[in-house]
């Protein structure tokens, strides 16, 4: 399953709102009537860390200017307003298809 | 705290092998499925495989089938993956990363492991 993320590039000023899209070359919608979608954002140097998971469901510690939402193959990852902190790559990640695949990353960095 | 401890950085030749270890803690070794993730420098995310700690039977993904191995030690809550035939653009950071159950994604990662493919 291919995933595709727009913009690749997102240059966002502190305070404003950041949306990033992800479709899915496939649904994403399983048969026990689950999406599997994450979001994931990788600061510079660090691992990887979940927001996001079955769509909307944010991580325990995550802000809640973080949200997700979508459904079948087009999914959104919102930053309600954007924070120096917030700097990274952003990547959506399906699970429902094996193997998991990821989007290309989406950068984003303050304008 | 859930913890996974990855080895260090490993440098091998065109055609070698390289073993990386991840270990385990602050949680039921056996429970959780562990994953491993690749990144090649400056690039995207990608699955190489999965392995169940309890039964010791993994799932690898087609892009690395016949070339990579994953395995686990029980007793010391350590799970292994060997990738042979290195080429040099398998130089990349390798993650371990636990399967969150039934959401179908990972939920902590290790810190990465750099892998140089270098003649």
């Known amino acids: 399953v291919v995933m595709t993320q727009s913009p690749l590039s997102l240059p966002v000023a502190l305070g404003q709102p950041a949306s990033i899209s992800c479709r899915s070359s496939?649904?994403?919608?399983?048969?026990?009537?689950?999406?599997?979608l994450s979001w994931f954002q990788q600061r510079p140097g660090q691992s990887p860390r979940r927001l996001i998971y079955?769509?909307?469901y944010r991580d325990s510690g995550v802000p809640d200017r973080f949200s997700g939402s979508g459904s079948g193959t087009d999914f959104t990852l919102k930053i309600s307003r954007v924070e120096a902190e917030d700097v990274g790559v952003y990547y959506c990640?399906?699970?429902?298809?094996?193997?998991?695949?990821f989007g290309q990353g989406t950068k984003v960095e303050i304008k | 705290q859930v913890q996974l401890v990855q080895s260090g950085a490993e440098v091998k030749k065109p055609g070698a092998s390289v073993k990386v270890s991840c270990k385990s803690s602050?949680?039921?070794?056996?429970?959780?499925?562990l994953y491993w993730v690749r990144q090649a420098p400056g690039q995207g995310l990608e699955c190489m495989g999965i392995?169940?700690?309890?039964?010791?039977?993994?799932n690898y993904a087609q892009n690395f089938q016949g070339r990579v191995t994953m395995t686990r030690d029980t007793s010391a809550s350590t799970v292994y993956m060997e990738l042979s035939s290195l080429r040099f653009e398998d130089t990349a950071v390798y993650y371990c990363?636990?399967?969150?159950?039934?959401?179908?994604?990972?939920?902590?990662w290790g810190q990465g492991t750099l892998v140089t493919v270098s003649s």
């Open positions: 990363a636990r399967g969150d159950g039934y959401n179908y994604s990972l939920d902590y």
């Open positions: 602050g949680y039921t070794f056996t429970s959780y499925y």
């Open positions: 392995i169940n700690p309890n039964t010791d039977s993994p």
């Open positions: 496939q649904s994403l919608l399983y048969s026990d009537g689950n999406t599997y």
């Open positions: 079955k769509v909307s």
């Open positions: 990640m399906q699970g429902t298809h094996w193997p998991w695949t």
